[in-house]
């Protein structure tokens, strides 16, 4: 039942769901794996917050290739680390008194995936030479001890620990209904 909470609302949200606050297009023409842009899924469901993560490695640690040097094993390291952290990572509120009950982080990167995951791929560039694709999967569940001060998400600490993500595609399901945003830098807060 893994991620079940999370899977079962969004499965109630048709794919373009939230096209009256982005383009119809956005996601269609998102290709699986596009650096510098992740995606966000958001379920609130009582005092219960599951956010879904999703985004290239090269966004998070700067490379998507097995860590061959030192500084790619400290890169990896420092990347886990601060996803480790997700209460202050995705900036929620100190007034709803959020409290990490669950993460998980997925990635070749991290030596925890299957040999050969969804988003882990190699792709030829037209000349004959292979790039290697690998995602980063978090997933993180929370326990809100105040739900109804969780107005909006603010991902401008993620923006600024992760400085190669470029935009969020973040859809998010709550006691209000859906809403879904493209994040960036510059427009950062989803508001529920």
């Keep these: 039942m893994r991620h079940a909470l999370l899977a079962l ?3 109630l949200v048709p794919a373009f769901a939230h096209a009256a606050t982005e383009p119809a297009h956005a996601h269609a023409t998102l290709a699986p794996h ?3 842009t992740a995606r966000l899924d958001v379920a609130l469901d009582g005092q219960t917050l599951a956010l ?3 985004s290239p490695g090269m966004n998070l640690v700067g490379f998507e290739h097995a860590p061959s040097t030192d500084a790619d094993r400290a890169a990896i390291a420092k990347a886990r ?16 008194k959020c ?7 997925i990635s070749p990167l991290f030596g925890n995936a299957a040999a050969e995951p969804a988003g882990h791929d190699d ?11 690998s995602d980063v999967d978090g ?11 969780l107005k909006r998400l603010d991902l401008s600490r993620f923006f600024t620990t992760f400085p190669a993500t470029h935009k969020v595609l973040v859809q998010a399901i709550t006691a209000n209904g859906q809403v ?13």
């Design 52 to 54: 879904d993560l999703d």
């Design 9 to 11: 609302s969004l499965s």
């Design 99 to 105: 409290s990490a009950t669950h993460q998980e982080l």
């Design 139 to 149: 997933h993180f569940q929370f326990t809100c001890e105040h739900p109804e001060a």
């Design 123 to 133: 792709e030829d560039d037209g000349d004959g030479h292979h790039h290697e694709h």
């Design 180 to 192: 879904g945003v493209e994040a960036t830098p510059d427009n950062s807060t989803l508001v529920f």
């Design 34 to 36: 596009e650096h510098g």
């Design 81 to 96: 680390a601060q996803l480790a952290a997700p209460v202050q990572l995705f900036n929620l509120p100190p007034a709803a």
